[in-house]
T-cell receptor, first 111, second 112 residues
Framework: KNEVEQSPQNLTAQEGEFITINCSYSVGISALHWLQQHPGGGIVSLFM???GKKKHGRLIATINIQEKHSSLHITASHPRDSAVYICAVFFTPDTGNQFYFGTGTSLTVIP | KAGVTQTPRYLIKTRGQQVTLSCSPISGHRSVSWYQQTPGQGLQFLFEYFSETQRNKGNFPGRFSGRQFSNSRSEMNVSTLELGDSALYLC???????????FGPGTRLTVT
């Protein structure tokens, strides 16, 4: 059973294209995180969302709590955006706070 | 402010040995979480410490343990290493539960 589903698993885009990565989850959450991981392993937290929409530069993240769905958009994609994008949900079951991760979307942006 | 640091960055151990990994959080951060990342299972939550207390634990065997010191530095220990423990171990710090997490560079553990 996978609490977090991401799509697509792999994505190749031409530089300048608009990109959307989707995340669906099955549990009631406290917050959802979008993470970026570059080759070599370093992870950067891009957004933490509990409702609505956030924007940072060319990145936009939205969340619909009722539908248990979030999207990460990249406008005017650039080769430096090539990375793995991971959706993570944070929730509090009876057993205490838990983090569940999607399997990631590998994005390659071609010049 | 210095970021999250992890030591060592790379480690090779033999099956049956034990290993201790260290994580120094960003100054002022009291929460430290540990994660395991493998090609097969992806990222998985190990445990979280806050003010020297383990608050949450993921679904890992008792061979995985950790602690946090009064200066918020944290260590995780894996005893009786198995080949399947080969992974990238990441720690992340945050001010509290509902704050952004900052990840360290990870420790890549290889068990032979």
């Amino acid at each position: 059973k996978n609490e977090v589903e991401q799509s697509p698993q792999n994505l190749t885009a031409q530089e300048g294209e608009f990109i959307t990565i989707n995340c669906s989850y099955s549990v009631g959450i406290s917050a959802l995180h979008w993470l970026q991981q570059h080759p070599g392993g370093g992870i950067v937290s891009l957004f933490m969302l509990s409702s609505g929409k956030k924007k940072h530069g060319r990145l936009i993240a939205t969340i619909n709590i009722q539908e248990k769905h979030s999207s990460l958009h990249i406008t005017a994609s650039h080769p430096r955006d090539s990375a793995v994008y991971i959706c993570a949900v944070f929730f509090t079951p009876d057993t205490g706070n838990q983090f569940y991760f999607g399997t990631g979307t590998s994005l390659t942006v071609i010049p | 402010k210095a970021g999250v640091t992890q030591t060592p960055r790379y480690l090779i151990k033999t099956r049956g040995q034990q290993v201790t990994l260290s994580c120094s959080p960003i100054s002022g951060h009291r929460s430290v979480s540990w994660y395991q990342q493998t090609p097969g299972q992806g990222l998985q939550f190990l445990f979280e410490y806050f003010s020297e207390t383990q608050r949450n634990k993921g679904n890992f065997p008792g061979r995985f343990s950790g602690r946090q010191f009064s200066n918020s530095r944290s260590e995780m220990n894996v005893s009786t290493l198995e080949l399947g423990d080969s992974a990238l171990y990441l720690c992340a710090s945050s001010l509290a539960d509902d704050y952004e997490q900052y990840f360290g560079p990870g420790t890549r553990l290889t068990v032979t």
